[in-house]
Structures are given as C-alpha cells and as structure tokens.
Nanobody, 123 residues
Framework: EVQLVESGGGLVQSGGSLRLSCAAS????????MSWVRQAPGKGHEWVAA????????RVADSVKGRFTVSRDNAKNMLWLQMNALKPEDTAVYYC????????????????WGQGTQVTVSS
C-alpha cells in the first residue's frame, strides 16, 4: 500500500522558516518524481515544487522561487521542502504527491497523495 506521510508543519511568524518532511513507503520511491502541492483556505490546489526521481532536476513555482527548496533522499525514502522567508500567503495545507508537477497541473494530474500538514504564517 502506497503511503505518503507529511510532517513538520506548524505556526510560524512572517519571515520565518519551516522544513516539511514526507516519508514514503509501499512503493519504489526512487523511481518516482515527486511534488509538493498546497491548498490555501477556500482555494484550489496549487503546485509548489517538484523533483525528478533521481534528484537531478528540480523546479518551483514562481510564487516561491528563491524561498523554497525541494530535496530528497532515496536511500531513506524521504522528501523535504525547505521553506524560508515565509509569508502569510504561504498559509495552506501542504501535501506531497507523486509526479513532476508544474504550474498548469491540476490535482488530478498527480498520482498518490499524502494527508497533508498545516502551515500557518502569522503576520
């Protein structure tokens, strides 16, 4: 059974940092590109960042460029999102999901999803 479990969310002040983790199990993690996707209150899903299966290439949304970094460790079946210089508009539930997403992707373009972790940025 595929499992993606996010952690690391919380409440942080504007300008602060958080590091989200995603623990993968039940599938060959190293064969899959992965993404982070977020959903702000009352809004649709927004792709945030993606990384290729071997970690050789990454991309991030324009809204987080220069602030967020995606990484992975295939030996540990782990995916991370380092978030710096957080802003109130980054407040959302953050999900890890299978796929090398981009800004045009909708939620149905991704494969398996985790249950999400809440990030709240106070002003």
């Amino acid at each position: 059974e595929v499992q993606l479990v996010e952690s690391g969310g919380g409440l942080v002040q504007s300008g602060g940092s958080l590091r989200l983790s995603c623990a993968a199990s039940g599938f060959t993690f190293s064969r899959y590109s992965m993404s982070w996707v977020r959903q702000a209150p009352g809004k649709g899903h927004e792709w945030v960042a993606a990384i290729k299966s071997d970690g050789s290439s990454t991309r991030v949304a324009d809204s987080v460029k220069g602030r967020f970094t995606v990484s992975r460790d295939n030996a540990k079946n782990m995916l991370w999102l380092q978030m710096n210089a957080l802003k109130p508009e980054d407040t959302a539930v953050y999900y890890c999901a299978e796929g090398y997403g981009e800004s045009s992707w909708t939620s149905t373009d991704f494969g398996s999803w985790g249950q999400g972790t809440q990030v709240t940025v106070s002003s």
